[in-house]
T-cell receptor, first 114, second 113 residues
Framework: AQSVTQLGSHVSVSEGALVLLRCNYSSSVPPYLFWYVQYPNQGLQLLLKYTTGATLVKGINGFEAEFKKSETSFHLTKPSAHMSDAAEYFCAVSSSGGSYIPTFGRGTSLIVHP | DTGVSQDPRHKITKRGQNVTFRCDPISEHNRLYWYRQTLGQGPEFLTYFQNEAQLEKSRLLSDRFSAERPKGSFSTLEIQRTEQGDSAMYLC???????????FGQGTRLTVV
């Protein structure tokens, strides 16, 4: 079985501040991990992914995430928030334990203040 | 590569009516997924296809729901005798194989009145 927990349904930051969105996963086998972003009334767009290899992965729009097996975490960060980053962010996990079907967290809404 | 396409984008229907949604995946993507998303929630898995074979269905997928993917190309999701609780965004996604990321369509927003 696999699951994802996203801590904090809402995160509020000032423009230019650090963004940190938390994701913890549960998987009995090595996981693939993903972060997606969703704008209102749109589908999901991939920000970045971890499959194997380097544990620090870089994605689009200046985002990055680090896979920490010991902490079962895959937190998303961005050094400096921009107004255009305001959106809903979803963490997802897939693994052989779940037939490689992506399982999503409940999402974190990022609010960016001017 | 034109991305995943879903049709229609919006659908308003009366309770008890049947509706059908279409998804055109990225060409040569073997896996196709259907998800449902309600306000303030993440996408919830409904079913997936490997080529034309429907390999897994969620317990969320009641008997009123049926999905097909003839010839492993486009897919349709039909909901019979719609209920107000079916109101949601229905998302389709495809991936080349199990080890690659899923690409999502824009979704079909269903409103049952």
């Amino acid at each position: 079985a696999q699951s994802v927990t996203q801590l904090g349904s809402h995160v509020s930051v000032s423009e230019g501040a650090l963004v940190l969105l938390r994701c913890n996963y549960s998987s009995s086998v090595p996981p693939y991990l993903f972060w997606y972003v969703q704008y209102p009334n749109q589908g999901l767009q991939l920000l970045l992914k971890y499959t194997t290899g380097a544990t620090l992965v870089k994605g689009i729009n200046g985002f990055e995430a680090e896979f920490k097996k010991s902490e079962t975490s895959f937190h998303l960060t961005k050094p400096s928030a921009h107004m255009s980053d305001a959106a809903e962010y979803f963490c997802a996990v897939s693994s052989s334990g779940g037939s490689y079907i992506p399982t999503f967290g409940r999402g974190t809404s990022l609010i960016v203040h001017p | 590569d034109t991305g995943v396409s879903q049709d229609p984008r919006h659908k308003i229907t009366k309770r008890g009516q049947n509706v059908t949604f279409r998804c055109d995946p990225i060409s040569e993507h073997n896996r196709l997924y259907w998800y449902r998303q309600t306000l303030g929630q993440g996408p919830e898995f409904l079913t997936y296809f490997q080529n034309e074979a429907q390999l897994e269905k969620s317990r969320l997928l009641s008997d009123r729901f049926s999905a097909e993917r003839p010839k492993g190309s486009f897919s349709t999701l039909e909901i019979q005798r719609t209920e107000q609780g079916d109101s949601a965004m229905y998302l389709c996604a495809s991936s080349r194989d199990r080890a690659t990321e899923a690409f999502f369509g824009q979704g079909t927003r269903l409103t049952v009145v």
